[in-house]
């Protein structure tokens, strides 16, 4: 089974793209720099300095914590460690499977006798799954067939409640994905039993009343500390306002469950299914959204000011959606890989420092102050934008380790006619199959920090296959060059199809032309995007160690300018600074601005963006911006003057 990938199977639609296993894409370059930072930062160590995690885990068989927070973890150690081949971290990763699988009960019940819930189950499903396609371990497939066949007697005298009710699209998706392999009819009874089990989100995406910011109507900050099952002694009305509010609007939730009307589409295929997700996301960016490609949440929906926070478990879930579906989807030219791309490149690296020690709960667009002081969040604690190794909550200290890894697993994807499409052009190695032979594809460049792109593709024997190559929704005039030197052009959306008959290295390259453009945000603010990157102002920035394990910090300099409307804007290309985020700026744009004296602080926040300013006696001045995920502090949404 190694090196296979798996597409729907009838009655399933059929899909053109599926993902290739665990291992078959390794990271180059600056994407190798960055998951050698990880391994060495957090994930590498994680399981020596956090109890939660340690020899005394539930997920161990110790009486430690036996929910969620092991899952999590795994769900990104081990294919970090498959694509890094780190003996060590593989190590740890498999002292987990072998406990998991050694815990199965007759009934095929597992995990920790501690903890009955449904939830972490989910999530070590997922890991279990990464763990087959990496190694081909087939004790998985009837690890899941027993627990899937106990699910499928039990649900209906033990349902899905709370947190699992609301994620139970995850719960489909494994099912689906052992059904893919096995053709096993029950596991589409068990699919659909799921569904009238989980909350009904495929109707509140079309319906989305939460267009303003949530109001914290009673104190629910108790709800939010990892609770597994609603409180004990509330009434009827705040029961159903627990389920019907905390649930849809908490943000991790919304992330996760953007998903799930896609994969209930595969089993249940119908209009509101398949309009779903961009009825939904169109409708969270709109009322929500901030420049750094994510919507805010702290904890739950909290509007489109560039202060307000979002919470970086919402960032890793909301990848991992976009994958998911990417590889259900039927079409090449969609917008699912550029805004995965914008959350890859964007919100995920800005929210760790550049050891990936550290990491903040809560980022902001606009972020120009790191402190233990009370912010307008919904209901995080005053802790929650601190670099640290919890603050807030511990759930992304678990969670967080999934980004990277993930999308490197999602780089490229193999093609229902045994080609290979690419999702994104970070550099990477490929070697996979198609066209009835292996293949190794070495994508060379530094993507997104640069406008030109490198593939090689090697083969022992003429093989023909397809490269589906994608342009960017904001790549205008793209030039692909082939190996006969035939050039092709293509519009902003597009995807080539390179069919040809492929012999020994042959060489595509790609150029996406990055002009910096202008996008318009909450209070008439404007961000400056370059490609995939949103860019900012970085003030120098002042640390301070809080305590054993959080930092503070301030700007040392100049943070409050207004763009000025219609001025020209500057790129400045670097590539040998390209590496892991927050090492180097490969990418810079100079812009002319005007300094704003009179925009200051609101509490421990910037305030909200003037609208239109038009400052007297003030010269323009020119700034640079650099990749917001290069930022600790920032300014993404500016004021912009019309002077």
Known sequence: MIGKTFFNRAPLPGNKLSQLPVGAIKPQGWLLEQLKAQADGLTGQLFDIWPDVGENC?????????????????????PLAHQLEDERLLGIANRFIEWTLHSQQPSGWFGP??????????????????????????????????????????????????????????????????????????????????????????????????????????????LEKGMQAEPQGLTNQDSAYYHKEFHLSHGVNVAMALKTPGVINAFKSGFKEVAAFKVGWGKLMRHHGVASGIYTCDEHLSGASPT??????????????????????????????????????????????????????????????????????YNNNDDANLFGLEPNFGCCTANLHQGWPKFVSSLWYATSDEGLAAISYAPCSVNFMAGGQRVRLNVGGCYPFGEDIRIEVNTKRLAEFPLYLRIPGWAQQAMIRLPDGELMQLRAGETACVRRKWMGTETVTINLPMEPRISRWFHQSAAVEMGALTMCLRPEEKWTKLDEQNWGIEAASDWNYALIEGESMKPVFDPDKAGAFKTGDPVRVLVKALKLPEWGMEGANAAQPPISPRPEGVEPEVIELVPFGNSSLRISQFPLSTK
């Open 58 to 78: 539930g997920w161990l068989g110790g009486d430690g914590d036996a929910w969620e927070r092991a899952p999590y973890y795994l769900d990104g150690l081990l």
């Open 113 to 222: 006798e501690s903890n009955d819930d449904w939830w972490p189950r989910m999530v070590m499903l997922k890991v279990l799954e990464q763990h087959f396609t990496a190694t081909g371990d087939k004790r998985v497939l009837t690890f899941m067939d027993k627990y899937f066949r106990y699910q499928l007697q039990e649900l209906p005298n033990r349902p899905l409640k709370d947190w699992a009710c609301a994620r139970g699209g995850e719960n489909m998706r494994s099912a689906l994905f052992l059904y893919n392999i096995t053709g096993m009819n029950y596991l589409l009874k068990l699919c659909r039993l799921l569904k009238e089990q989980t909350l009904d989100w495929t109707s509140h995406f079309h319906i989305f009343p939460h267009i303003r910011p949530m109001q914290k109507q009673r104190p629910w900050n108790e």
């Open 308 to 377: 307000q926070g979002s919470e970086l478990c919402t960032v890793v879930e909301m990848m991992y959606t976009l994958e998911t579906l990417i590889g259900l989807g039927d079409e090449f030219g969609n917008d699912l890989p550029d805004i995965l791309e914008k959350l890859a490149f964007n919100a995920l690296p800005a929210t760790n420092s550049a050891d990936m020690m550290l990491h903040q709960y809560d980022q902001q667009a606009n972020q120009v102050k790191v402190s233990n002081e009370p912010r307008p969040w």
